[in-house]
């Protein structure tokens, strides 16, 4: 990597090192100017396969090979970013790593990376925040330093995007849903996009490559990441947890195109598939609204206490939705035990409330003996609030590593709670000792951060854990030990937020068995069984 002064244009970028080209003049042309025309020419194809109202994507699926090869198909996914030029800002992109065999997620260290038409700047700041904490993810420029999947998508972004910043990462031995995490994380507002780099089958012939890549058409079409393997897509892996995180988050998928090297510029005998897809969020073009306490502002008469008081606006917005909140909670859960997969969600059907962004709780008890059985939340609001719950419901249920997965024999003794959270602001403390007299036990749900060792160590409580640890020097004793620190551990650089929640409890089971069929519906006529409004 080389150093070089780095041009301004995105957030937290700054002069640095360089990631120079390293597929410049093989996987496409080395010269600027003959670069450009190529590009140009191709992204010229891909608008004029474009509706003219064609919305824009959140995501997109596009391969990675050659220009010559995919890079047409290619071109029709940027084209289809391309109107939103002014309003994306950074473009989350990711694929697998061909050449570095290594575990976990990497990052690039660099500012910016280079290509024959300039340099990309890198949004360093902006993705090390979000992904602070993340077990497995971690700067490998030596994974970079060859690797083509990500290198040749720059060329379109910067004839397409302008600039917009860059956040490069690469999947190695890895699982979809650390890959789901990640991109979570990064999800963020309408001014990022996610990309993922990935090729279908290799070195199939003509008709059985066009046979599997259909089957892999039709899974990613369904949202299905239980099929698609190393054989069916090089990037399975980033594949799969894009995926599994559309499916939670109610994303149509679009089909852009499907072809493979026999059709554009190789022989028929040994081919390599491509296909791109087009992820749209049914709230895409929803203005974001920081923290759970907006979305009841989204409701009629809530607004002024909810600006005035967050906590007043989430305890108004889950008394007025309470059993929409479990019904949702409950749907996500029980369709994982029937189907083996979260629900989808057709937010037309849901209070305008629930459908603005919002973070929560889930948490699923023992009703015998009121002991965990599962718990998984968001701490940022990042998508529309029944999404989040509707999401976590599956989730406490088969993504909580500390548990199996729940069974249909155990539906009926569970008790499922939704617990909505209000903005986490800052608490300045000036040691130990100041945080413990600041801390209010039953109301405050604590955050806490440091970095030790390069790394950053994050621990969050529910306030509902003081119910099991009433005495504060106890809860932030467990507290940092979640971290993964000692339990005294106290520094300069230790960071503490605060927030509140405001929740629902319920047996959705309660005396109809395991099969009660409970599902996503969140209509004024939703049962949730034996329901205490906790708020």
């Known amino acids: 990597m080389t150093t070089a002064p780095v041009a301004s244009g995105a957030s937290g970028v700054a002069p640095g090192p360089v990631r120079p080209p390293a597929i410049a003049g093989?996987?496409?042309?080395?010269?600027?100017?003959?670069?450009?025309?190529?590009v140009a020419a191709m992204l010229e194809a891909g608008r004029a396969a474009r509706a003219a109202e064609a919305p824009v994507p959140k995501a997109v699926i596009a391969p990675h090979a050659g220009h010559v090869y995919s890079g047409a198909l290619a071109a029709r996914a940027y084209a289809r970013l391309e109107p939103a030029r002014e309003r994306l800002r950074r473009v989350v992109l990711i694929g697998p790593a061909h050449r570095v065999p290594f575990h976990g997620i990497a990052l690039s260290g660099a500012a910016a990376w280079r290509t024959p038409l300039g340099d990309v700047p890198l949004d360093q700041a902006w993705a090390r925040e979000r992904l602070a904490g993340i077990a497995g993810v971690a700067v490998r420029d030596e994974a970079h330093a060859a690797e083509h999947c990500l290198e040749v998508h720059l060329p379109f972004l910067q004839a397409t995007l302008g600039d917009a910043a860059l956040v490069p990462l690469l999947v190695g031995r890895a699982e979809p849903a650390q890959v789901a995490r990640v991109l979570e994380a990064l999800w963020d507002g309408p001014e990022t996009v996610l990309i993922v780099s990935s090729d279908l089958s290799h070195f199939l012939d003509y008709d059985r490559c066009c046979s599997r890549d259909a089957g892999t058409a039709a899974a990613i079409e369904a949202l299905d990441s239980a099929v698609i393997g190393p054989h069916e897509a090089c990037g399975c892996t980033p594949v799969n947890g894009l995926l599994s995180l559309a499916r939670a988050r109610g994303l149509r998928v679009e089909r852009l195109g499907l072809c493979n090297s026999g059709d554009t510029a190789g022989p028929r005998d040994r081919v390599v598939g491509y296909g791109a897809w087009a992820f749209h969020d049914p709230d895409g073009d929803r203005a974001r609204v920081p923290g759970a306490a907006a979305a009841a502002a989204s409701e009629p008469g809530d607004a002024a206490a909810a600006h005035a008081d967050?906590?007043?606006?989430?305890?108004?917005?889950?008394?007025?939705?309470?059993?929409?909140?479990?019904?949702?909670?409950?749907?996500?859960?029980e369709h994982g035990v029937r189907h083996g997969r979260a629900p989808g969600l057709d937010?037309?059907?849901?209070?305008?409330?629930?459908?603005?962004?919002?973070?929560?709780?889930?948490?699923?008890t023992r009703a015998a003996d009121?002991?965990?059985r599962g718990c998984i939340g968001s701490v940022e609001a990042a998508r529309p609030l029944a999404l989040d719950v509707l999401a976590h419901g599956y989730n406490a249920g088969f993504r909580d590593g500390r548990f199996p997965p729940v069974t249909a024999e155990e539906l009926a003794?569970?008790?499922?709670?939704?617990?909505?959270l209000t903005p986490a602001?800052?608490?300045?403390?000036?040691?130990?000792?100041?945080?413990l007299g600041r801390m209010r036990p039953g109301v405050d749900g604590l955050i806490i951060e440091d970095r030790v060792g390069g790394q950053v160590r994050r621990g969050l409580f529910l306030p509902q854990v003081w119910e099991q640890l009433p005495d504060p020097a106890l809860f932030l004793a467990h507290l940092m030990r979640k971290a993964g620190l000692p339990e005294t551990h106290w520094s300069a650089s230790v960071r503490v937020s605060r927030f509140?929640?405001?929740?629902?409890?319920?047996?959705?089971?309660?005396?109809?068995?395991?099969?009660?069929?409970?599902?996503?519906?969140v209509g004024s006529?939703?049962?949730?069984?034996?329901?205490?409004?906790t708020a």
């Open 413 to 420: 003794g569970l008790c499922v709670s939704v617990s909505v």
């Open 370 to 372: 009121d002991r965990l």
């Open 310 to 333: 967050p906590a007043a606006g989430t305890e108004a917005l889950v008394r007025a939705h309470a059993a929409a909140l479990i019904r949702l909670a409950a749907g996500g859960l």
């Open 26 to 38: 093989a996987f496409y042309a080395g010269d600027a100017a003959a670069l450009r025309r190529d």
């Open 425 to 435: 602001v800052a608490l300045p403390v000036a040691d130990r000792t100041d945080l």
């Open 500 to 521: 509140e929640t405001r929740g629902v409890k319920a047996t959705p089971w309660a005396g109809s068995g395991a099969g009660s069929g409970v599902g996503p519906g």
């Open 525 to 533: 006529g939703a049962g949730s069984g034996a329901l205490k409004a």
């Open 347 to 364: 937010l037309d059907q849901v209070p305008a409330a629930l459908r603005a962004p919002g973070a929560a709780f889930v948490t699923l």
